[in-house]
């Protein structure tokens, strides 16, 4: 059986307000922008996720709220507060014990960043997959009976797309 994980980091966020808690920065125009670009872009590549698994940051339920809408039927979307700043380790164990065979993941670098290089098998060649932009995603699949099973290195890369790619 496969499994196919949707990384992507949310869209760009704003710093106008200093005193802003970190947890409520919201999106910029660009990231509200890059989120719908996204979503439009799944939706017209088929990566259906059936459901989406959001840290409970501001930024991170924007983000969603741009690329849910533009996928057909948006799947169930669970907010994990153990997301906001996550280690690799943290994200990969929201995933086991899932049922679904196709998982978004939305949250925060370097996590986000650290996680992706750990499993893919082979690194795009990408320059901005090392350090992993906003809104950037990356599509894996993986030849496992369940989210558990995943391991390392274990990865196929279907796709790398950045917003840049996708707007004018």
Same mark, same amino acid.
């Given at each position: ?8 980091? /949310? ?8 005193? =802003? ?15 719908? #670009?996204?979503?439009?872009? =799944? ?20 983000? !969603? ?6 996928? %057909? ?8 507060? #153990?997301?906001? /700043? ?8 929201? +995933? ?5 065979? %196709?998982?978004? +993941? ?28 906003? %809104? #950037?995603? =990356?599509? =894996? ?5 369940? !989210?558990?099973?995943? #391991?390392?290195?274990?990865? /196929? ?12």
């Amino acid at each position: 059986m496969s499994r196919r994980l949707i990384l992507t980091r /949310h869209a760009k966020s704003a710093w106008d307000h200093p005193d =802003l808690d970190d947890h409520d920065r919201p999106l910029t125009r660009r990231g509200e922008r890059s989120a719908t #670009a996204i979503g439009r872009w =799944l939706s017209e590549n088929d990566h259906r996720p059936e459901v989406a698994l959001l840290s409970t940051a501001r930024r991170v339920v924007e983000t !969603w709220a741009g690329i849910g809408p533009r996928l %057909c039927a948006a799947p169930n979307a669970v907010r994990d507060r #153990a997301l906001y /700043h996550s280690s690799p380790e943290t994200m990969l164990a929201a +995933l086991v014990g899932r049922p679904e065979a %196709c998982v978004i +993941l939305i949250a925060h670098n370097p996590g986000m960043a650290t996680l992706a290089q750990r499993l893919v098998r082979t690194t795009p060649d990408r320059g901005e997959f090392a350090y992993f932009p906003t %809104c #950037a995603t =990356l599509i =894996l699949d993986f030849e496992v009976a369940s !989210w558990g099973d995943v #391991a390392p290195r274990e990865g /196929h890369v279907v796709d790398f797309v950045v917003p840049r790619d996708l707007t004018d």
